[in-house]
């Protein structure tokens, strides 16, 4: 008998008719409910037993975690909570779970232990909504890109430059690290290396794209990238996703109209596509903030940031206007700000961010024309001399969501940019070349795949909204 | 004026309209005809200048290479070749190209040539329609999955185990490697690197993506997997792109049918999708064969080629049968075989693979119920005691290219094989746990994303198929 899923049973059509069904029990109560889940949906299907045609072994099993096979009748439900139930005829245990040891037990657990159970985590209500959010903006994303025109390139992970200058970098090799070759010098020998020099993770897949931008016109990446960093906190990881489309003969104007056009696409998809498990997230975010003083709730529900970004045009401020504001805002003069804005140049912090986006222009924010000196070395100059062609796309709750820029597209200009940042130019003799044979002006940007994911699951801690995360100190799985 | 892109402009839909288009010259000539190409398609649109309004200067740049922008009106054809032509009102240079300079010039390149242009070779018709092809592939993955009901899972990339065993691994590390730490018994003091412990790239998704099997029931992996090995050949790289599903539920049998059926769908998505790119190719194709002696060259062309695997039912065959067939075919009697089959247990090698395919069975074959000695620690022991439920896509050209098998989900029998195989239970706990808890019969194959790619395209190397190829002694861009 084929098997059917959970999903499109609690959809009705089979009503009436005999179907059969495998999952993993969440519940089991009055020795006569047990509530299945087979991963399709957040929802669970009641399977009503008949404990007195059940032998005792059986119904000694029927435990939480446990993989059960049921075949039955799906007919209207009497109960509260459910509109079809399964009638069980026939129920066979496939796998058995210990209470007694399986860890995941009806009952709140921490987000903190269940990431030691990553490998488990997942059949819970809260991280298989999570997951299956995370896989529909996915799809989202290469959906959005291939109707509009785009490749999708597999940029290099194992990368022979440092030369984006992102971040600290893990080092891929072969060599025996007890006993490495050294050259006369003493000095590591990584001509003997795997790739016959020193290599690493790469931090961003942009400088490759821009190759294929440059033939095919519009191009994106959807990779892994790499950091290196000591960063204990929410908000980082050493190993995460990220969405990086770059386009030949789009300039910065472009570049925002395609962002934000992009974005909305995902969330819309999302809402669309994702509403039962939008739902069970938004009521317990709910949850979650009543245990909060006031203050620290959040404005908006869920669903409501959700609306905020695609209901809203995004407004579009330069970095300089936006440090005007700052100046004169309430909370720079009464320095409630950790970081007091005193003047053009500054780096702006995430409580910046999400003032210009929460509190003063109730809309998500689209900042460009940033300082030259706080930006980096690839972006393209203004004439003013001072500010660069980039712009970041603020979000409420997160902050920065997406940074791009024009791309410099002027050999002699980059050249120069390249010397003064010391960095070798050996190094990016291809990306130079972009510059003499055809070069025009091109776009792009960069979109952490994960801060998409807790903007729309409405989780804080990255670390929950990537499968097995990896930071300082934790590889593990 | 909003930029055309010169796919639609081929469709002839703005007949005599004005047209605004961007792009890179392939070709000028008679100082009359430009044929420009924007990515978009692998055929060039012919704009026509009229030489004696335009600047001796910008004539001068209108070479192979040259990024510039047109404005004209669209008009039919006069020419032989195309049905439409741009009448090229304005035209600007956007980036120069200088011919004396420019490596891709309007002329035949070997192969070899344009690996170590890799940042260029996309400008050429050949490699614009390899990574079109390649980005319509990865698109139907995704689709065929997502219309499935399958999640998408990023599983991890760095990893703290070696334990799937298939192959020698990249060290990812932050430690000096001039002046590591060292333990009070002088070895490298891996606690102190980033992780707290060794770790290395990836070889396979596949454990990881069993666990989210067990909580949402059908999931796939799609991301880069590594190989520390040697092989300085046409079909292996350091880094390549693989795809793994895995289903709960689900039985070798019905693991032949997922990859039966997902193979079909990719490989008729790209006969639909990318039409005038693969035209191209197969010519090619038929050039290069011509240049080959009569006993080398295919017997199919390209597209012969994927309608064979599209229209056919894959032949599902014992590893028992088809020793028995190989023992007996010719090619054994006579020694005409590299490697000669004389017994059962034999690992086959790509010439048995394709003898069966494209001599034996003239059809796609699956084989099934390999020796478990010559498979992985985590399939599904048969009964026999000797095979295990392990199952390989055959197809011609190429040999395998689907692994897959029911893994194993006796927690007792798995647990004996771990230890038989010398892996420390310590890394593999978390694996093991799966058949502790809810356990139940689950499956998956994997598929290097690359041989696809290779096959779909009619190319021979596969440092051709993939952006920037990563192998032994080059990770150059």
């Known amino acids: ?36 889940n087979d991963g399709s949906t957040i929802n669970n299907i009641q399977c009503v037993v008949d404990f007195e045609n059940i032998s005792e072994k059986i119904l000694k099993q029927l435990n939480t975690g446990a993989a059960v096979s049921i075949n039955g009748t799906l007919v209207e439900s009497q109960g509260k909570g459910q509109n079809v139930e399964i009638q069980v005829k026939d129920i066979a245990i496939l796998g058995e779970s210990n209470p007694e040891e399986y860890p995941i037990q009806p009952k709140k657990h921490s987000l903190e232990f269940l990431r030691e159970k990553a490998h488990l985590r997942v059949r819970t209500s809260t991280f298989s909504a999570i997951m299956r959010v995370r896989s529909s903006l996915s799809f989202a994303v290469h959906q ?74 519009k191009v994106y990446t959807f990779g ?53 498990d939008l739902e069970f997230l938004e009521q317990r975010l709910l949850q979650e903030e009543k245990t909060k003083p006031q203050a620290e709730r959040s404005e908006m529900t869920l669903t409501e940031k959700l609306h905020f970004v695609i209901d809203n045009n995004f407004k579009r401020v330069s970095y300089t206007e936006a440090i005007e504001i700052l100046k004169n805002s309430k909370p720079n003069k009464k320095k409630k700000f950790n970081y007091i804005i005193e003047e053009w140049g500054a780096d702006l912090q995430s409580e910046h961010e999400r003032y210009l986006v929460e509190k003063h222009f109730k809309t998500p924010v689209i900042l460009f024309d940033y300082p030259a000196d706080i930006k980096a070395f690839y972006m393209r100059a203004n004439e003013d001399g001072k500010t660069v062609r980039a712009m970041d796309i603020l979000f409420p709750g997160i902050g920065e969501i997406v940074g791009g820029a024009q791309r410099e597209e002027r050999y002699d200009v980059l ?20 510059r003499k044979f055809g070069t025009a002006t091109h776009s792009g940007f960069g979109l952490g795949f994960e801060r998409l994911v807790l903007f729309a699951t409405g989780m804080t801690n990255i670390r929950d909204v990537i499968p097995f995360p990896r930071t300082p100190q934790n590889a593990e799985f």
């Open 415 to 434: 050249k120069e940019k390249v010397e003064a940042m010391g960095i070798d130019e050996k190094e990016l003799w291809w990306y130079l070349e972009l």
């Open 144 to 217: 959005y890109f291939n109707q509009n025109g785009f490749n999708y390139v597999h940029t290099p992970i194992i990368t022979g430059s440092d030369a984006e200058g992102a971040g600290e970098m893990f080092r891929v090799s072969t060599l025996d690290i007890k006993n490495p070759p050294l050259t006369d010098n003493k000095e590591i020998d990584f001509k003997e290396d795997f790739f016959g020099k020193e290599t690493n993770l790469t931090v961003s897949g942009q400088l490759e794209a821009e190759t294929y931008a440059m033939g095919l016109g």
């Open 1 to 36: 008998m084929k098997l059917d899923n959970i999903k499109e049973l609690l959809g009705g059509e089979k009503l009436l008719q005999e179907v059969s069904v495998k999952g993993w029990i969440r519940t089991f109560r009055s020795n006569r409910f047990i509530a299945l």
């Open 224 to 276: 892994p990238t790499f950091r290196a960093e000591n960063s204990n906190t929410s908000r980082h990881l050493a190993e995460f996703w990220m969405i990086e489309p770059e386009v030949a003969f789009l300039d910065l104007d472009g570049n925002m109209d395609l962002a934000e056009d992009f974005i909305k696409y995902v969330i819309k998809y999302a809402l669309d596509n994702c509403k039962d």
